[in-house]
């Protein structure tokens, strides 16, 4: 892969990721599970481990009704992602981190719900770039970190 098309490939699954966080703010569940393998994994810690498009589409749904405590339809949270460092580890497959900022809309005082990172392992199948496997490493309030760099396979939770 040349330079100029790291570079494209990675805007590619920067922007992917990006999605992710606005579809699942917007509650926009069809274009949000689309962004997944069908197989693809959520390990979100002591929220839990999901498999494939109907149980990660189940999860959200609830995490909305949870959240939208004021019935707006949209935006009951903003999951604000930066520091997105991505590496290659195969000309379609590739693993990631950023860092996560999650705030909730609906309480009273300060909106910060927690920090944390994601973890991610993508694959690009028909030319575009799908999440694979996410995980959260959390960092405030509560720590629960597993760890890992892009590109040294991330461990999972059950390694």
């Known amino acids: 892969m ?13 922007k992917l990721r990006i999605l992710y966080s606005h579809h699942f703010d917007m509650n926009d ?22 498999v494939g498009h109907s149980q990660i589409r189940e999860v959200y749904e ?17 999951h604000a ?14 693993e990631g981190r950023c860092y996560l900022i999650d705030m909730a809309m609906c309480q ?14 993508y694959k690009k199948i028909d030319e575009r770039w799908l999440i694979h496997r996410t995980r959260i490493d959390y960092l405030w309030p509560e720590r629960a ?4 760099t892009p590109g040294h396979r991330v461990p999972t939770l059950a390694t």
């Open 145 to 148: 970190v597993v760890g890992g």
């Open 62 to 78: 609830r995490a909305h009704e949870h959240w939208d405590k004021h019935k707006r339809g949209t935006y009951p949270y903003v």
């Open 29 to 50: 569940l069809d274009k949000l599970v689309g962004l997944f393998t069908p197989d693809a994994v959520c390990e979100f810690g002591v929220h839990g481990n999901w």
């Open 81 to 94: 992602i930066t520091n997105h460092w991505i590496e290659f580890t195969g000309p379609n497959s590739a």
């Open 2 to 14: 040349t330079e100029l098309e790291a570079l494209i490939e990675t805007e590619k699954v920067r």
């Open 108 to 121: 009273e005082q300060s909106p910060l719900l927690l920090i944390g990172a994601y973890d991610d392992e």
